[in-house]
C-alpha cells in the first residue's frame, strides 16, 4: 500500500465507464475502496438490447479479479442512491469517508430524450440522487468531500470567443445608488439535453447544501471521455471497462474510432461544426485523486474546475480518424437541436496546476483503434450504431426557429 493507507473512499456509480477504472487506481494508490452501484447502466444495456463492444464481467468476476491480480479488496454495496435513503446514509456514518466519489448519474443526452419516460427517469434519477447524497452526509454529521462529476455541456459551450471560466462568471451589477458592485455569480446554465439539465440543476443543490450546511463539495466539469483502457484495467482481460458504441450511450469520439475499425462510415451530425471538450479515461482517474487529494477547506465555497484537456471540432475529429484509417465520412441529419457551428474556449488550469500532465488526443489514437476498438470489432452490431433519439418532434421543429 502507498501513503493513503487509512482514507476511506466511496465510489458512486463504480462499476460504470469512469468509476470501474476509478475504483481501481484508488485501490491501487492505498485508498480503501467501496464501490456503490444500483447497475441501473447494465440493464439499460438490456432494455436498449446493446451490449458494450468490450466483454465486461459481472461485478463479482471483477472484484475477485482484481483481488487475484493484486491482493487488493474493494468493497461493494448494491444500492440505488435515489431511493434507498436510510442504508445510503448509514453506510456513510459506519465507512466515515474522507471523500465521495458521485459518479452515479444516467449521463447519456440521448438517452435522455428517448421519450417523456426516459426524460422523467433522469430527472428523477440524477436529482433524487444527489440530494439523497447531500442529505445524507449532513444527516450522517460527516465532514468528508463529496467530488463530483459534472459537465461541460452545463456552460452550453462557449460563446462569442470568450473563454469558459471555471464555474464563476466576474459580473458587475448596477446598485440602487447608483454604485456598481462586482460579484462571482455561478456561470448561467444553458443545458441542451435533458440530461444536461439534471447536471445544472446538482449546481443549484451543491450551491445550497455548501451554504446552509457546511458540505465541501468539488464539482468537475468534465468534457467528453474518450479511450477505454487504464493501466489498471489492462492488467487482467476480466478487468476490461465498457465501450459504449451504440447510438445512445457511444460517445463520438469512441464511436468513430469503433466506426472506423468496422469499416462503418463516420456519422458526422449535420456540418460537424460542433466544437466540444475532451479528456482521456486515463486523466479522467488522475483528476479524481488530484481533487481527492486538495479538498475544499471548511467554509469554502462550492469548488468548480473544468476537467478537460484539449477542444476538437466534430468535423475535424472525422477527419483526422478518417486520415489514419481510411474509413469514409458521412455527414448525417442531426437528430439533436444544437447548435450547427460553435467555437469553445476553456479555462482548465486548476487541474494543471494541481498536477495533471494531459493525454493529447494523437498520442493514443493508433492504439486505440487497433487493440480496442479492432480487437472486439466482431461484438459491433451494426443496426445499433445510428442515433435514433430525437431531440424535437415534426410539429415542433416547423413551428420553432433554431437559435
Ligand atoms: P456510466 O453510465 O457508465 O456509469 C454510471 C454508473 O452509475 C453506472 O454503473 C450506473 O449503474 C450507476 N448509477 C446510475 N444511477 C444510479 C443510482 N441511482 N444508484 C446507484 N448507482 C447508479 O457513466 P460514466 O460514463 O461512467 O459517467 C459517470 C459520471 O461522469 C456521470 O455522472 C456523467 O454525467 C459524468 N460524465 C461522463 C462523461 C463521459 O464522457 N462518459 C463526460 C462528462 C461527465
Ligand atoms: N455526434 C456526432 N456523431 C455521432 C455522435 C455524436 O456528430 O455519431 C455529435 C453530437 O451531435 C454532439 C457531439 O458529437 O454535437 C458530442 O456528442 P456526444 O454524444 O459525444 O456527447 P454528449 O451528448 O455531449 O455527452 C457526453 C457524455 C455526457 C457528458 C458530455 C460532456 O455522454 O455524460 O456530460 O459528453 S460535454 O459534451 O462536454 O457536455
Not at 463516420?266 to 466540444?276: A, D, E, K, M, S
Not at 486520415?323 to 469553445?344: I, T
Request: proline share 4%; hydrophobic share 35%.
Amino acid at each position: 500500500m502507498r501513503q493513503n493507507g487509512n482514507a476511506h473512499i466511496l465510489v458512486l456509480g463504480g462499476d460504470g465507464f469512469c468509476g470501474w477504472p476509478t475504483a481501481l487506481f484508488l485501490s491501487r494508490e492505498g485508498y480503501t475502496v467501496t464501490i456503490v452501484d444500483n447497475f441501473s447502466r447494465r440493464r439499460i444495456d438490456e432494455e436498449l438490447g446493446v451490449e458494450s463492444l468490450t466483454p465486461i464481467e459481472s461485478i463479482g468476476q471483477r472484484l475477485q479479479c482484481w483481488w487475484e491480480t493484486t491482493g487488493l479488496n474493494i468493497r461493494l454495496h448494491r444500492l440505488d442512491l435515489a431511493c434507498d435513503y436510510e442504508p445510503l446514509m448509514e453506510l456513510i456514518a459506519e465507512t466515515q469517508p474522507a471523500a465521495i466519489v458521485h459518479f452515479a448519474e444516467q449521463r447519456a443526452a440521448p438517452y435522455s430524450m428517448k421519450s417523456s419516460r426516459h426524460k422523467r427517469y433522469t430527472v428523477s434519477n440524477n436529482i433524487n440522487a444527489t440530494n439523497n447524497l447531500l442529505a445524507a452526509v449532513v444527516d450522517a454529521g460527516v465532514d468528508c468531500h463529496i467530488v463530483h462529476l459534472g459537465t461541460m455541456g452545463v456552460y452550453g459551450y462557449g460563446s462569442a470567443g470568450m473563454k469558459i471560466p471555471e464555474g464563476y462568471l466576474d459580473v458587475e451589477i448596477p446598485m440602487a445608488d447608483g454604485q456598481r458592485v462586482s460579484q462571482q455569480i455561478l456561470y448561467p446554465t444553458n443545458p441542451g439535453s435533458i440530461y444536461h439539465l439534471t447536471k445544472s440543476q446538482d449546481q443549484l443543490l451543491f450551491a445550497y447544501y455548501n451554504k446552509n450546511d457546511g458540505v465541501r463539495i468539488t464539482d468537475l466539469h468534465q468534457g467528453i471521455v474518450w479511450g477505454t483502457q487504464t493501466v489498471e484495467t489492462s492488467l487482467d482481460e476480466r478487468l476490461i471497462n465498457r465501450f459504449d458504441y451504440d447510438g445512445d450511450y457511444g460517445t463520438v469520439l469512441n464511436r468513430f474510432l469503433m466506426q472506423a475499425a468496422t469499416g462503418h462510415e463516420l456519422t458526422v451530425h449535420g456540418t460537424g461544426g460542433q466544437t466540444r471538450a475532451f479528456i482521456h479515461i486515463s486523466d479522467t482517474v488522475r483528476c479524481i485523486q488530484l481533487a481527492i487529494n486538495s479538498p475544499p477547506v471548511a467554509g469554502e465555497r462550492v469548488r468548480i474546475m473544468n476537467q478537460m484537456t484539449e477542444t476538437h471540432r466534430v468535423r475535424d475529429l472525422a477527419k483526422m480518424i478518417a486520415d489514419v484509417s481510411g474509413a469514409k465520412v458521412a455527414f448525417v441529419d442531426n437528430p439533436r437541436n444544437e447548435a450547427a457551428e460553435n467555437d469553445l474556449f476553456v479555462e482548465n488550469a486548476s487541474l494543471c496546476n494541481l498536477g495533471l500532465k494531459p493525454t493529447f488526443l494523437a498520442q493514443g489514437l493508433l492504439e486505440e483503434i487497433s487493440e480496442v476498438a479492432g480487437k472486439y470489432a466482431y461484438r459491433c452490431n451494426a443496426d445499433l450504431i445510428p442515433c435514433r433519439s430525437y431531440w424535437r418532434t415534426h410539429k415542433v421543429q416547423e413551428s420553432t426557429p433554431d437559435v
